[in-house]
């Protein structure tokens, strides 16, 4: 049996109170460790130590709950409260599931903000909500009754007497609830007798989606509501000096053309500034700003280098050995091992700066008066936005909404907050609602983008192949691509691992499974060659590897699990039939643990008229419990599409400060006749607190694919996009083709 | 600026906007129907795909001034109560993620079957190459269309 506590210091994680128009109103923090859409090292948002999730019976049995996460595709407006409606014990078609917005009710709860909160994960407070409310709503019966709690059960909703004929639904005694005390602790399930968790559920927005109901951001309309475009710098490195105002104005469906500036002197989490200063344009219809768009003639002013993709190659190039430190491991004597081994490998692997490039565009509504703001639209930090918002337009929190719509994309791009503020200033200077739309040549050329890395792996191999040396440097704007504590570290007697950072103007970000995508792709196909040299099979060097890790650890603390690595690659292993040969079709294979998750795939593709077609792609999966495994099973399938698109196809380059792509017919994105023709999930069976899916999909894709191309084309893979890159080894920091 | 009289979803519409004006922003500025998509502007991410005439469209490239008399039909109107096959498959195959793209993605499979009751797994993927999931659900989109051609 398993107790949790419903309190903390005294103080409840829980408020229950009457619902309006009859029923049980449940008030609870909504956690949101499933999503994990926020990288390690990053402080926890605000809005995680807010009451901010819901849970109303209503008086006729209807279940509503009021899910405030944002939802970006990875399903958790589904996944998460079947959490809930599992503890609570209620049918799930009983089950109402709506976006909840971040709640006044928020601001009266402010104690909860400090790290009392930060004991339990997502998983615990929402069992524990719903399990509150079922012992509740049982208790109330029991009252009621005048029997025992233990002469009840309840099962989907219905209380029933265990020695007698009477019985109640959650609806009729819903009122009566809310007048018991909530208790010190509850009991949860035991997993095993789960019957919604780990069921197969569609996405409950599911109608509305196929429908076209008005839904995202870019959909939100208010009555009296303006449009506004803006006109960033056209180069990193520029800033904005003057504009054609008088001729912007006389556009037709223009009201208005004016500078903003969002720039603040203590920006807070999520508050990155591609363009702090740049032309704002406000009128009736898109297509009208669009027009004025075109008709801008502005002056910009340089105020930092203009950069470019050359110099971003040559930066990295030295900085590799000469940047800033920012994280090591060392065990034993890498360097004398070196020395000491028979085979020597070492190779180097490179990737660009790649945009998010969301399908919905940023976009943002904002209402600003003077003494409060309305903002509403798709973002993952709403309380990041607020607060950046305050500071900006000198308006107290407290007087300051922000409402989630649903979110057409993520892949890190809307943790930040900046088009939010633009909105906000726009709003302000105007004096009306209005909603700011970017054009894609915008979204692309104002990123927070992923960074471009490189990394350089050695290992040395004993006379009997025994790997007895591994050390790793990688480098990248802002953060090398390098986690010295993850696979290999703890399994190789003599290991170095160094992580180190370059330095651009360029505004660049977290992007989905952040540096872990480029460290799985370049460590797994670094691991393959390893393999291959040292004549062991892949799976199985790395299966020793792991084997060393968990009965005689090397070194300090290593962040995986050993077991359940191992796990994952032998499951996948048994599901590929990994070993068989099949005339024309490559194999490649990969694994990597990030947030949490253990993921291993193997691939295969064939060459059609000399170009690859993956044809199926299998992923044994760890995330722990699964809760939605239909949910589940689709956001591993996008990760590894994303995963094989962007290695494959797609880059961004510079010219002078200057993004060279600023759409989609440049900018390759992966399409359907590019993704795999079928990718099958596999899920370890555990009882382990459920971890991130959102992310791990795609890391292990990147290798398993350079791995499947080396054996289809001879060719090893080192760097990124694949099918443009220059693969010499010692050219690609010269020349790039394509 | 000029006026223009509409078919949309089996509904007469009048506008008086620019005529360069693409479909999409007409549909989406002056008429509330939002259900098509704003991508990229460039006909190269299918996320505005609708219907004139039956035949799969950018609206984003499409200036109203030549729409003329043909028909237009938007994800509202592709079916009455959401059951158009399609719908339903893609209900079926829970295909959505985010669910942006999805709009296009069902109008540009619609406009497939419409022309090609049984398509093959190759012409599936050519015709839905247009189309761009960021998500990455093409496996579903496929699978869900082969399910709609089954069922229509």
């Known amino acids: 049996m398993t107790l949790i506590k419903t309190k903390y210091n005294r103080r409840s994680f829980l408020k229950v109170s009457a619902a309006a128009g009859g029923g049980m109103l449940i008030g609870f923090n909504w956690l949101t460790s499933c999503t994990s859409p926020v990288e390690e090292g990053i402080p926890m948002p605000n809005e995680w130590f807010e009451i901010n999730g819901y849970i109303k019976i209503g008086n006729t049995g209807l279940v509503t709950i009021y899910s ?19 503890e609570l014990d209620v049918k799930w078609d009983h089950v109402v599931v709506e976006q909840g917005s971040l709640d006044e009710d928020a601001f009266k709860n402010r104690q909860f903000a400090g790290g009392s909160l930060s004991i339990m994960r997502g998983w615990d407070v ?83 989606i196929v429908t076209g109901k008005p839904l995202f951001g870019l959909d939100f309309k208010r009555e009296g509501m303006l449009l506004a475009m803006i006109e960033h710098p056209p180069a990193f490195g520029m800033t904005v000096k003057d504009f054609n105002r008088d001729e912007i104005v006389a556009v037709n469906g223009v009201r208005d053309a004016f500078t903003i500036d969002i720039s603040m002197d203590d920006p807070g989490f999520g508050n990155e500034n591609a363009f702090p200063q740049m032309i704002a344009i406000v009128g009736d219809s898109t297509w009208q700003l669009m027009q004025a768009k075109k008709a801008l003639k502005a002056n910009w002013e340089i105020e930092s280098e203009l950069e470019n993709s050359e110099m971003h190659a040559q930066r990295l190039k030295r900085d ?51 003494d409060k703001a309305e903002l509403i639209g798709p973002t993952q930090t ?125 505004s660049t970000g977290a992007w989905r499974a952040p540096r872990s995508h480029f460290e799985a792709g370049a460590q797994q196909a670094f691991l393959d060659e390893v393999a291959e040299a040292a004549g062991k099979d892949t799976i199985e060097l790395q299966l020793e590897l792991l084997d060393r890790a968990k009965n005689n650890p090397v070194g300090e603390k290593y962040e995986y699990e050993a077991d359940r690595y191992a796990g994952v690659l032998k499951l996948v292993k048994e599901k590929a039939n990994w070993g068989a040969e099949v005339p024309g079709v490559h194999r490649g294979f990969a694994a990597y643990f990030c947030h949490n998750s253990y993921v291993a795939q193997v691939l295969d593709l064939v060459m059609k008229d000399g170009l690859p077609v993956v044809k199926k792609v299998w992923c044994a999966v760890d995330c722990g419990i699964v809760v939605n495994r239909e949910g589940a099973i689709n956001i591993i399938q996008g990760g590894v599409v994303d995963g094989i698109g962007h290695a494959m196809y797609s880059e961004l380059k510079f010219e002078n400060g200057v993004s060279t792509h600023k759409n989609f017919n440049t900018y390759q994105l992966v399409r359907h006749n590019q993704s795999p023709e079928e990718i099958e999930v596999f899920f370890v069976e555990n009882d382990i607190s459920p971890t991130g899916l959102g992310e791990p999909g795609l890391p292990p894709a990147v290798g398993a694919l350079a791995n499947a191309l080396y054996k289809a084309t001879g060719q ?3 760097h990124q996009p694949f099918a443009i890159a220059n693969q010499d080894q010692n050219a690609f920091d010269i020349s790039r083709t394509g | 600026m000029a006026t223009f009289h509409l078919n949309i979803n089996g509904k007469k519409h009048q506008v008086d906007v620019d005529p360069n004006t693409p479909v999409l922003w007409v549909l989406r500025d002056h008429l509330n129907l939002v259900g098509a998509k704003y991508g990229c502007g460039v006909a190269q991410c299918g996320a505005c795909t609708i219907h004139v005439d039956d035949v799969a469209l950018r609206s984003c490239i499409l200036p109203i001034s030549q729409v003329g008399n043909q028909t237009i039909t938007t994800i509202e109107g592709l079916s009455q109560n959401g059951d158009h096959p399609v719908q ?41 190459t247009g ?21 229509s």
């Open chain 1, 382 to 506: 709403p309380n990041s936005l607020r607060e950046s918002a305050s500071k900006l337009l000198g308006i107290p929190e407290e007087n300051i909404s922000v409402d989630i719509t649903r979110i057409g994309g993520g892949f890190g791009r809307r943790l930040y907050v900046h088009y939010g503020l633009e909105a906000a200033a726009i709003s302000k200077k105007t004096g009306a609602p209005i909603k700011l739309i970017y054009t894609r040549e915008d979204d692309m050329t104002h990123g927070i983008y992923r960074p471009a890395y490189r990394s350089t792996y050695k290992a040395g191999l004993d006379e009997n192949n025994n790997l007895i040396a591994y050390s790793v440097k990688g480098v990248g704007f802002r953060e090398g691509a390098i986690f010295p504590n993850r696979f290999p570290a703890g399994a190789v007697d003599h290991y170095a691992a160094t992580k180190l950072k370059s330095e651009t103007n360029i």
């Open chain 1, 320 to 370: 590799i050995d000469q940047g800033e430190v920012q994280e090591t491991r060392k065990d034993g004597n890498p360097e004398a091992a070196f020395t000491k081994a028979a085979k020597v490998i070492e190779r180097t692997y490179t990737a660009p700066f790649q945009a998010h490039n969301t399908l919905e565009p940023m976009n943002f509504f904002a209402h600003v008066t003077t």
């Open chain 1, 716 to 718: 090893r893979y080192y």
């Open chain 2, 131 to 151: 189309n761009i999931c960021r998500c990455g659900t093409y496996v579903r989109i496929k699978e869900a269309i082969k399910t709609a051609a089954a069922n």
């Open chain 1, 68 to 86: 405030p996460n944002p939802e970006i595709g990875q399903n958790v407006m589904t996944s998460m409260p079947m959490i809930v409606a599992e």
């Open chain 1, 126 to 208: 929402l069992r524990m909500a719903g399990a509150t409310g079922r012992r509740m709503l049982l208790e109330a019966a029991a009252k009621e009754w005048g029997v025992a709690l233990s002469d009840l059960t309840v099962s989907e909703g219905i209380i029933k007497e265990v020695n007698g004929d009477r019985s109640i639904g959650y609806g009729a005694i819903a009122s009566k609830a809310v007048g018991i005390e909530v208790p010190e602790e509850v009991e949860l399930k035991d997993p095993k007798d789960f019957t919604l968790i780990g069921s197969f559920q569609k996405n409950v927005e599911g109608p509305k």
């Open chain 2, 88 to 128: 339903k498959a893609w209900l079926k195959h829970d295909v959505a993620q985010c669910g942006y793209c999805q709009a296009g993605q069902i109008m540009s499979a619609a406009a497939l079957l419409e022309a090609n009751s049984n398509p093959t797994d190759e012409e599936i993927r050519t015709a839905m």
